[in-house]
C-alpha cells in the first residue's frame, strides 16, 4: 500500500528566507506527483504537477523535483513571504484507472513578517 | 480556469438525516472524487467517478453512496448521517488520460452532525 510521508509537519521562517519541503513516498510506481496549498477551512489549490518521466517543475517562486528511484520530491520555495503562510500537501497518483490520489498529512508552513 | 464548484461551504444535519453534497465542475473532466479531511488522518478517499454512471470504492466507503447522472456533477451521499461523519469533505476532478492529470478541488464542504 502506497504511504505517502512530509517532513517537517510545521515549520516557521523568517520573511525572505528560501525554504524546502520535503515528501516521500513508499511505492516508486507512480503516474505523477502533486503539490497543493491549503489555507485554512479552505479547499486544496494545485501549485504543481510533476509527470513520473520528468525530474522537476517551476512556477514563479516555486520549484518541485522529483527522484522517482528513492521516492523523494522536494517543494522549494524562494524569498518566502507571509502571503506562503498555509499549508502544504503532497500527493501521488497511484497505478490505477482514474488516478486516485494518495496524500501526505502537510506541513504547515508559517512565515512571520 | 477550472472550476469545481461545492454546493455548500457549511452543513450542519442531525444524526440520521440523509445527507446530500454535490460537486459540479465546468472543464468537461472524466474523473471526479470524494474525499473527507481529519486532523491526524490527512485526505482519505470515498468514492471516485470515471464515467457517468460508473463509480469505484476508495479507502473509506463505509456508510456513503454516491452518484453521477450527468459528466459535470457527482453527489456523495450519506444514507443515515452519524457523528463520526463529522468531517471536511472535498470533492476534485480531473482529466482522464493513463498517466494521470492534474487534479483540481472544490472549497470543500465542513459538515457537522449533531
Known amino acids: 500500500k502506497q504511504e505517502v510521508t512530509q517532513i517537517p509537519a510545521a515549520l516557521s521562517v523568517p520573511e525572505g528566507e528560501n525554504l524546502v519541503l520535503n515528501c516521500s513516498f513508499t511505492d516508486s510506481a507512480i503516474y505523477n506527483l502533486q503539490w497543493f496549498r491549503q489555507d485554512p477551512g479552505k479547499g486544496l489549490t494545485s501549485l504543481l504537477l510533476i509527470q513520473s518521466s520528468q525530474r522537476e517543475q517551476t512556477s514563479g517562486r516555486l520549484n518541485a523535483s522529483l527522484d522517482k528511484s528513492s521516492g523523494r520530491s522536494t517543494l522549494y520555495i524562494a524569498a518566502s513571504q507571509p502571503g506562503d503562510s498555509a499549508t502544504y500537501l503532497c500527493a501521488v497518483s497511484v497505478s490505477q484507472r482514474g488516478s486516485r490520489l494518495t496524500f501526505g498529512e502537510g506541513t504547515q508552513l508559517t512565515v512571520n513578517p | 480556469d477550472v472550476k469545481v464548484t461545492q454546493s455548500s461551504r457549511y452543513l450542519v444535519k442531525r444524526t440520521g438525516e440523509k445527507v446530500f453534497l454535490e460537486c459540479v465542475q465546468d472543464?468537461?473532466?472524466?474523473?471526479m472524487f470524494w474525499y473527507r479531511q481529519d486532523p491526524g488522518l490527512g485526505l482519505r478517499l470515498i468514492y471516485f467517478?470515471?464515467?457517468?454512471?460508473?463509480?469505484e470504492k476508495g479507502d473509506i466507503p463505509e456508510g456513503y453512496s454516491v452518484s453521477r447522472e450527468k459528466k459535470e456533477r457527482f453527489s456523495l451521499i450519506l444514507e443515515s448521517a452519524s457523528t463520526n461523519q463529522t468531517s471536511m469533505y472535498l470533492c476534485a476532478s480531473s482529466l482522464f488520460r493513463g498517466a494521470g492529470t492534474e487534479a483540481f478541488f472544490g472549497q470543500g464542504t465542513r459538515l457537522t452532525v449533531v
Open positions: 472543464m468537461d473532466h472524466e474523473n
Open positions: 467517478s470515471y464515467d457517468v454512471k460508473m463509480k
